[in-house]
């Protein structure tokens, strides 16, 4: 089975702050997305990356798929309260018929001002 | 398009009794998901639509649960009976492919007291 492991679990830092959390596997994904969920609605998509080794911006958040394709890095810079929620990676195993997304549990960050 | 629209928002009802969670996908998209959330376990794929026909429902936890969809504007997540290890967030979800960006809707708290 196919596992997504997010780290760490909880984070709370100041406004301000750096941050890096994880989402690493054992297994290949041909692509892999991030989510960030707030308080009370579904996860949107952030960010989707599928080459090894790629990294796009978007804004403040930095994101980084791993050389082979196993694990993904978000960085965020200068932390701010509206960052504040739940982020989630979720891997594309293309493998069989049934195709499906593995979803990690999650980094829930909270920005404190 | 209003985006995934799922009713009710908040669902409490006792153990035993019926429970029916109603989603409206995005026009156009061919996958419809149905996931449970929990702290726990994190976001759980119950079981996933294509072009109307359910192709997973390897996720949903025992025969209590049902789920269909009649059109491809409309799918119901049934839970009978009830019981309290039922309480969670569920959501649904739809999208072009299974693995490509999932759109979410708010999600429908429910309670089983």
């Known amino acids: 089975t196919q596992l997504l492991e997010q780290s760490p679990q909880f984070l709370s830092i100041q406004e301000g702050e750096n941050l890096t959390v994880y989402c690493n596997s054992s297994?290949?994904?041909?692509?892999l997305q991030w989510y960030r969920q707030e308080p009370g609605e579904g996860p949107v998509l952030l960010v989707t990356v599928v080459t090894g080794g790629e990294v796009k911006k978007l804004k403040r958040l930095t994101f980084q798929f791993g050389d082979a394709r196993k694990d993904s890095s978000l960085h965020i810079t200068a932390a701010q309260p509206g960052d504040t929620g739940l982020y989630l990676c979720?891997?594309?195993?293309?493998?069989?018929?049934?195709?499906?997304?593995?979803w990690g549990l999650g980094t829930s960050l909270a920005v404190n001002p | 398009d209003a985006g995934v629209i799922q009713s009710p928002r908040h669902e409490v009802t006792e153990m035993g009794q019926e429970v029916t969670l109603r989603c409206k996908p995005i026009s156009g998209h061919d996958y419809l998901f149905w996931y449970r959330q929990t702290m726990m376990r994190g976001l759980e794929l119950l079981i996933y639509f294509n072009n109307n026909v359910p192709i997973d429902d390897s996720g949903m936890p025992e025969d209590r649960f049902s789920a269909k969809m009649p059109n491809a504007s409309f799918s119901t997540l049934k839970i009978q009976p009830s019981e309290p290890r039922d309480s969670a967030v569920y959501f649904c979800a739809s999208s072009f492919l299974p693995v490509t960006e999932a759109f979410f809707g708010q999600g429908t708290r429910l309670t089983v007291v």
């Open positions: 979720a891997g594309d195993p293309n493998a069989g018929n049934n195709r499906k997304l593995i």
């Open positions: 297994s290949v994904f041909s692509s």
